[in-house]
């Protein structure tokens, strides 16, 4: 199994990235995505998550702002973000069970 991340950077408040992850391994259209994020000094925590069927649900804080999808022809999870926040700074990781991937980071800076 493997999970890539990629997409994250230095972005200023207010604008907008869109994070991809690849991935490999196993049957991707059968499972349950998720995005987790870590900031600095804090425990990782879950951001977004979508179902084999493309339902999705989001942590509260992020709602109306990022988007999470999905092509499981390409064998990847994207989270596009949008009006990003100095507290949407972290890094960024793609899950799946107890899968992982490296993580990209996001920073939101001025």
């Known amino acids: 199994v493997q999970l890539v991340e990629s ?3 230095l972005v200023q408040p ?3 990235l869109r994070l991809s992850c690849a991935a490999s391994g196993f049957t991707f259209s059968t499972v349950h995505m998720n ?8 425990e990782r925590e879950w951001v977004a998550g979508i179902t ?3 339902g999705s ?8 702002r ?9 064998k990847t999870v994207f989270l596009q973000m949008n009006s990003l926040k100095p507290e949407d700074t972290a890094v960024y990781y793609c899950n799946f ?3 992982w991937g490296k993580g990209t980071l996001v920073t939101v800076s001025s």
């Open 97 to 99: 069970m107890d899968y």
């Open 35 to 42: 995005w987790y994020r870590q900031a600095p000094g804090k």
């Open 57 to 64: 649900t989001y942590k509260e804080s992020v709602k109306g």
């Open 14 to 16: 207010g604008g907008s």
């Open 66 to 74: 990022f988007t999470i999808s999905r092509d499981n022809g390409k």
């Open 7 to 9: 997409g994250g950077g």
């Open 52 to 54: 084999r069927f493309g």
